[in-house]
């Protein structure tokens, strides 16, 4: 050997960039070999974080300081993060999946959509007297979307049938 390290070049599985898109956008693209994409995504990324001051308002939220995470929180930038987020996620995850079923997109749109939503009443939203905040109560929306888009999906394809 002349010191080169050798690479499997398979396929990634769809479930393997999956979860490098949820530890930040662009990294699954970058798996499929799609680098321009994963770059564009992560540049995305980075600009909506820093734009919105996302890092700060999930150091105040996971030390217990709810209404410093909601000060500092860009929200006109934030709103664009669910989406962003959901469809790097659902791209790489297409991209890596030898077959895609039908409708399966469903689960990352309506998940998108209800994160977003989360959002937009993180300011408001009091579970046993806990204001959520802009992190938590997203990421909490985010099961209901899912359940939701899988609920879609599986009444759709059944009527299909």
């Not at 798996?31 to 996302?54: A, P, Y």
């Not at 895609?100 to 937009?120: D, E, K, R, W």
Request: with cysteine.
């Amino acid at each position: 050997m002349d010191g080169h390290v050798i690479m499997n070049r398979d396929k990634p599985k769809k479930h393997e960039v999956l979860l490098w898109s949820i530890a930040l956008p662009g990294f699954g693209q970058i798996l499929n070999g799609r680098i321009l994409k994963g770059i564009i995504f992560i540049f995305l990324e980075v600009l909506v974080n820093v734009q919105s001051n996302f890092n700060l308002a999930i150091m105040h939220s996971f030390t217990g300081e709810i209404t410093k995470a909601i000060d500092v929180t860009g929200f006109q930038w934030l709103m664009f993060y669910p989406c962003l987020y959901m469809f790097a996620m659902w791209d790489a995850y297409r991209d890596a999946a030898k077959k895609v079923p039908p409708y399966s997109y469903l689960p990352f749109v309506f998940g998108a959509f209800f994160i977003t939503i989360g959002l937009m009443y993180s300011t408001k939203v009091v579970l046993f007297g806990v204001l959520i905040g802009p992190v938590f109560l997203p990421i909490l929306s985010l099961i209901p979307g899912l359940l939701i888009g899988f609920i879609i999906k599986w009444i759709v394809q059944r009527n299909n049938h």
